[in-house]
């Protein structure tokens, strides 16, 4: 089960590669070096370049599949994946999301991953748009949808999360789930902000609290769900190694994380590689490993029937283990 990754993150090489031919858009740099940055603004700005030829629903549809495809070989039966409409600006928004949902729905057809979709706020968008994009989720109810989220560079741009706190708040009433990326480039106080303007459910990384020990404690007392990324939070400089990452400090604390791959092809990830460097460099057991997964199957955005079919196959996959052994 993976909660957080990003769609745009999950397009090869290859892919952008013929989009840009057929887009007649010079390469940004060869192929093989596509995927090179070392730092979060270095990958946004490599990011934004491949998005902007993202040109057609025919391509977001196809996107989504594919991205469906891969986490499946990956071995991954859920994901809630987040998408950033600001990216596709050739794409009127709604346009979009009812463009990745059917991807995503041929792909369920078709016994891929069940990908589950969460529109994301840019930071530099408006409280206006924002409200627009949730009310428009909530009269049309698009399939596959099943949340919000919020993310952006808050380095760059500052405090930007008290703006969406309506947006956020209309989000609950409409039962949508709730996550933000902060804690990546800002500090503690980014997250302390999302816990007290947002309401949210679950954090996308959240990694910079462990900085705080009141505000870690919250996050136990308060059961919010951490999406931790560990490669990409070394990939973009946050931590110089794996075995600098505070994840075991937040479950030693008692603040539920969940272990994820954030940009697959863009990082060069996998959540299957994510659970065994982990494994190995903090030293956790299967054990540890099945509870993460049932911490993502609790903090996923579906509905009680579907999280329960997630515990399903995670009994079914122990006991099949069970007796193999
Ligand atoms: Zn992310």
Not at 54 to 68: M, V
Not at 235 to 244: E, N
Not at 267 to 284: K, P, Q, T, Y
Request: hydrophobic share 40%; net charge negative; charged share 25%.
């Amino acid at each position: 089960m993976e909660l957080h990754v990003h769609v745009e993150a999950c397009i090869s090489g290859s892919r952008i590669e013929s989009l840009a031919a057929e887009a007649g858009v010079p390469m940004l740099r060869p192929v093989e070096r596509l995927f090179e940055y070392s730092t979060l603004a270095e990958f946004l700005e490599t990011y934004e370049w491949w998005c902007d030829l993202l040109r057609t629903p025919e391509t977001a549809e196809g996107i989504a599949y594919e991205a469906a495809a891969l986490l499946a070989a990956d071995g991954i039966v859920y994901a809630d994946v987040l998408t950033g409409p600001r990216y596709w600006e050739h794409l009127d928004d709604q346009e979009l999301i009812l463009a990745l949902g059917a991807g995503f729905e041929r792909a369920h057809r078709d016994g891929l991953t069940d990908c589950r979709l969460v529109p994301s706020i840019s930071r530099e968008q408006s409280a206006q748009w924002a409200m627009e994009l949730v009310e428009w989720i909530g009269a049309e109810r698009p399939t596959r949808v099943v949340g919000l989220g919020l993310d952006g560079n808050e380095a760059v741009l500052g405090r930007t999360t008290p703006k969406f706190e309506e947006a956020y708040a209309r989000a609950g009433e409409l039962g949508l789930g709730r996550t933000v990326h902060a804690g990546e480039s800002s500090g503690p106080e980014g997250v302390r902000d999302v816990l007290d303007y947002l309401h949210v459910d679950r954090i996308d990384h959240g990694v910079r609290a462990i900085e705080d020990p009141a505000l870690t404690a919250r996050l136990a007392d308060e059961g919010i769900t951490l999406n931790i990324t560990p490669t990409s939070n070394v990939i973009t400089g946050l931590y110089p190694d794996l075995p600098s990452h505070p994840i075991g400090r937040f479950i030693e604390a008692g603040v539920p994380v969940t272990v994820n791959s954030d940009d697959p092809l863009a990082m060069s990830v996998s959540l299957s590689g994510e659970f065994e460097a982990v494994a190995r460099i903090h030293d956790w057991s299967f054990d540890d490993l099945v509870a993460a997964t049932r911490r993502a199957a609790d903090a996923a955005f579906c509905d009680e029937t579907d999280r329960a079919a997630l515990h399903a196959k995670v009994d079914a996959f122990l006991t099949n283990r069970a007796e193999s052994i």
